[in-house]
């Protein structure tokens, strides 16, 4: 569905990410961890077309995305949660849901999958009048993956959701995430919880500074990885606690 | 009489402050937008001014309707031929632009219409006619420009809170990348803004000119000082604030000059300003910030009781 080859993202002289390859098939939950800086924002953001790459390629379901605005991109299913959340804090929650599905043409479409995230998301349903601003960070959290929903994208990419959360509200976005995946959602997750994530993911890319892919695979294959577990999930446990 | 005098100032002041808040929300808007100071915004209300000179002898309904056409049209090919071009350069590359059309269209009016004798708009006696309502002398051009200033702001908000195009101008105006990443077409948000400002500076156009007469080259400055001063202690980043901080500013002068002795009242704007700058003091990012300071103390008190265990966004 989607392949990454060889992509380079820089900011002048700084690269951010170099040759990084990467596959996500339909219907799978794929991870992608690494440090602060390694370069998994930029990934994001040189897919979803808001940063153009210094070269290489990213071909979602056989057409080129490099070249296509953000907006094209968004119209071909491809949506992101993105990092902070990014919620319209003056908007109420119910805009912010439903400005979401600004890309469908469907009307009916939107106002289905509007009721939809109501049911998902009970405390959104409960402050559907009130603004975005005023919601906790997993409240805002929640619906910054509600508005996403809403486009009704085949392809949800994730920007560090847990970032910030108390641990009730980590284990609500992966039970989240989790429940999405067994509806046949495709996920590229973008997270520096590895421990959480590699548990939660079908594969995981492991990233390290500079946009390089260092390991890659199942939670299996990863466990297997010498010092790999001392290296990125044990920090990563640290940091958690 | 000491009463009735009072409810005159009070309602000068609410008409004048009405008029301010519709200036500084036309500034707003696209400050919202774009981060964009549009200085050339005071230019529109000259292209406007000139219009309605032009346009005078065909009589009030196709003056008032050619000038909103031509200052709307004005203000959107204002964004297609210079700011388009501009839209992703840095913030000061779009303040030396509204500083360019400003100063160029001045030059141009200069050159060509303002040329020669002085030209204004003849008065139409039946605007100024007064009226005395329980002890209050109202000219008709007050109450319409009350009844206007208040309907358009009041369309505004309704343009606004109400419809989709609103939403998408409101959640550009707080994050204008975001916007476009939930898939808001920026090109239409922005012409659509910009032909929202020029409504808006149409109308401020058509009161001003309409009360004062007079026409220049460099007549849309002060309207354009007070909408910044006015945005500036609203919060130019909210439109409520802007529109709360110009009809402040609006209140103050026409407050404070009703207010003054004879001898101090060409100090107004002195002590006007004064006022300013101690709001600013206390609100440093306008009074909107100060009301939504205000809200969430009052919230979070009343529900320190049941305060959720996560921490707060």
């Not at chain 1, 990467?22 to 800086?37: A, K, S, T």
């Not at chain 1, 009970?122 to 997993?138: H, T, Y």
């Amino acid at each position: 569905m989607l392949r990454i080859d060889d992509l380079m993202v820089s900011y002048g002289r700084v690269r951010a990410v170099s040759k990084l390859a990467l596959r996500v098939n339909e219907g799978e939950f794929v991870g992608l961890v690494g440090h602060n800086g390694a370069g998994k924002t930029s990934t994001l953001m040189t897919i979803v077309g808001t940063q153009r790459p210094a070269s290489g390629s990213i071909e979602y379901e056989g057409d080129e995305l490099t070249t296509l605005s953000p907006d094209q991109i968004l119209r071909k299913g491809i949506s992101l949660v993105p990092e902070g959340r990014r919620i319209f804090s003056r908007l109420t929650v119910g805009e912010n849901v439903r400005i979401g599905g600004k890309v469908r043409s469907d009307r009916d479409g939107v106002d289905e999958e509007v009721e939809r995230m109501r049911e998902r998301f009970p405390v959104l349903a409960e402050k559907w009048d009130r603004s975005g601003g005023e919601l906790s960070g997993g409240e805002q959290q929640q619906l910054a993956i509600a508005r996403a929903l809403v486009s009704g994208p085949k392809l949800l990419l994730l920007d560090e959701p847990t970032l910030g959360l108390a641990p009730l509200m980590v284990d609500r976005v992966f039970e989240i995430l989790r429940e999405l995946h067994e509806e046949g959602r495709t996920i590229l997750l973008v997270e520096q919880n590895a421990k959480r994530t590699i548990e939660s993911a079908d594969r995981t890319y492991v990233m390290r500074t500079g946009g390089q892919i260092q390991f890659h695979g199942t939670a299996k294959e990863l466990s297997e990885i010498g010092n790999f577990d001392t290296a990125y999930i044990g920090m990563a446990q640290e940091r958690v606690e | 009489m000491i009463g009735a005098i009072t409810f005159q100032v009070g309602v000068d002041a609410i008409s004048f402050g009405a008029l301010f808040a519709v200036m500084a929300l036309g500034l707003a808007l696209l400050f919202g937008v774009m981060r964009l100071m549009n200085f050339a915004y005071g230019e529109l209300i000259m292209v406007g001014g000139y219009t309605m000179y032009f346009t005078q002898d065909l009589g009030v309904i196709p003056m008032v309707i050619i000038t909103i056409g031509v200052v709307v049209l004005t203000s959107v090919l204002m964004e297609l031929i210079a700011f388009r071009p501009v839209r992703h350069a840095a913030p000061l590359t779009l303040l030396i632009t509204s500083f360019a059309i400003s100063f160029g269209l001045q030059q141009v009016a200069f050159m060509t219409v303002s040329k020669g004798q002085g030209k204004g708009v003849s008065p139409y006696p039946w605007l100024t006619d007064q009226h005395e309502v329980i002890g209050v002398r109202l000219s008709n051009l007050d109450i319409i420009t009350v009844i206007i200033a208040i309907g358009l702001l009041v369309g505004m908000t309704m343009l606004l809170r109400r419809t989709t195009i609103g939403m998408q101008l409101r959640a550009s105006t707080e994050d204008y990348q975001m916007a476009q990443l939930v898939g808001v077409r920026g090109n239409r948000v922005i012409s659509f803004a910009f032909a929202i400002t020029g409504f808006l500076a149409a109308a401020v156009c058509l009161l001003f000119v309409l009360r004062t007469g007079a026409l220049s080259a460099t007549m849309g400055i002060t309207p354009l000082l007070i909408a910044f001063v006015g945005g500036a202690i609203g919060g130019l980043g909210s439109l409520t604030g802007a529109a709360l901080g110009g009809f402040t500013l609006g209140f103050l002068i026409n407050a404070i000059q009703a207010s003054l002795p004879v001898d101090l009242s060409s100090y107004t704007l002195v002590f006007a300003f004064l006022f300013v700058i101690a709001i600013l003091v206390v609100a440093p990012n306008g009074l909107i910030d100060l009301i939504h300071r205000g809200r969430s103390k009052l919230r979070a008190v009343r529900s320190r009781p049941t305060e959720a265990q996560e921490e707060p966004a």
